[in-house]
T-cell receptor, first 115, second 117 residues
Framework: DAGVIQSPRHEVTEMGQEVTLRCKPI?????LFWYRQTMMRGLELLIY????????DSGMPEDRFSAKMPNASFSTLKIQPSEPRDSAVYFC?????????????FGPGTRLTVL | AQKVTQAQTEISVVEKEDVTLDCVYE???????LFWYKQPPSGELVFLIR??????QNEISGRYSWNFQKSTSSFNFTITASQVVDSAVYFC??????????????FGSGTKLNVKP
């Protein structure tokens, strides 16, 4: 089975540009999580969805950040406009709650650099 | 409130030494899960173990072992005879009863393990 797929793997953009990060969760997983990892702040949960519905977006740092999950197999995290402080690795993870398994499966991450 | 504390920011050992990574958690719930993840230099987060709050048996998997003690709210991870390939950042995480509905995790800040040859 394919794991969590993220694209692009690397993104370099200039300040002010729009950035869209993409995630395809593992088939059958109905919870999806977006994380951001930086040296200064560690691993931060930005937002998570259950059955395509956003449950908690309190971790989204600013209105410049938005996330959508139009269907069970696709989610996007958008930053508009991007700023240098948004440079980080962004991870997507998925899981199947209620199965007694519990673990989240992480994608390889997208390394974002905003110049 | 839920919280996971990994007080050791960075640990350096020489190959073949044993090393223990500490994890202390806080939760008011009686039903919860604890996890350990490994993040090698390549960057991906790899699931290592899950433990539920009703199972306090220690677990051993090869050179890895985990010591779960509810009395001290700790879930420590020991690597026996460490190897250079064990060099990574290790994260401890907690998922409690409400969060289990969605599998939301509370991650610790991570411990960076350096194993020198």
């Amino acid at each position: 089975d394919a794991g969590v797929i993220q694209s692009p793997r690397h993104e370099v953009t200039e300040m002010g540009q729009e950035v869209t990060l993409r995630c395809k969760p593992i088939s059958g997983h109905n919870s999806l999580f977006w994380y951001r990892q930086t040296m200064m702040r560690g691993l931060e949960l930005l937002i998570y969805f259950n059955n395509n519905v956003p449950i908690d977006d309190s971790g989204m740092p600013e209105d410049r950040f938005s996330a959508k999950m139009p269907n069970a197999s696709f989610s996007t995290l958008k930053i508009q406009p991007s700023e240098p402080r948004d440079s980080a690795v962004y991870f997507c993870a998925s899981s199947r709650p209620g199965t007694g398994q519990g673990e989240q499966f992480f994608g390889p991450g997208t390394r974002l650099t905003v110049l | 409130a839920q919280k996971v504390t990994q007080a050791q920011t960075e640990i350096s050992v020489v190959e073949k030494e044993d090393v223990t990574l500490d994890c202390v958690y806080e939760t008011r719930d009686t039903t919860y899960y604890l996890f350990w993840y490994k993040q090698p230099p390549s960057g991906e987060l790899v699931f290592l173990i899950r433990r539920n709050s009703f199972d306090e048996q220690n677990e051993i998997s090869g050179r890895y072992s985990w010591n779960f003690q509810k009395s001290t709210s700790s879930f420590n991870f020991t690597i026996t005879a460490s190897q250079v390939v064990d060099s990574a950042v290790y994260f401890c995480a907690l998922s409690d009863w409400w969060a289990l509905c969605f599998n939301k995790f509370y991650f610790g800040s991570g411990t960076k393990l350096n194993v020198k040859p």
